[in-house]
Nanobody, 121 residues
Framework: QVQLVESGGGLVQPGGSLRLSCAAS????????MGWYRQAPGKQRELVAAITRGGYTNYVDSVKGRFTISRDNAKNTVYLQMNSLKPEDTAVYYC???????????????WGQGTQVTVSS
């Protein structure tokens, strides 16, 4: 059994910053790629940022230069540092990890529960 727990969302004014965290726990052998998605009301879920086990990153164009994804492999945790936030960044943010279980099976995709980010004055 694997669980992903997110934290760090909230209400912030335009131009402000937030840091999201997502920690995985349970029967984990290794974690491949990690990523952050977001879904705004009435819109499809979109990939915001992703990071490979080796640290290669990619971002959606709208957040480049403002958001930074990072990971701590020892803690099975992925972070999303969000700076210069804009109202259009308002969404529910979800983490996703490709996890190989302790049985060696996988990787399988696991999602976090989602955390609300609201950017408003």
């Amino acid at each position: 059994q694997v669980q992903l727990v997110e934290s760090g969302g909230g209400l912030v004014q335009p131009g402000g910053s937030l840091r999201l965290s997502c920690a995985a726990s349970g029967s984990i052998f290794s974690i491949n790629a990690m990523g952050w998605y977001r879904q705004a009301p009435g819109k499809q879920r979109e990939l915001v940022a992703a990071i490979t086990r080796g640290g290669y990153t990619n971002y959606v164009d709208s957040v480049k230069g403002r958001f930074t994804i990072s990971r701590d492999n020892a803690k099975n945790t992925v972070y999303l540092q969000m700076n210069s936030l804009k109202p259009e960044d308002t969404a529910v943010y979800y983490c996703l990890m490709g996890i190989v279980g302790s049985s060696g099976y996988g990787p399988s995709n696991y999602w976090g529960q989602g955390t609300q980010v609201t950017v408003s004055s």
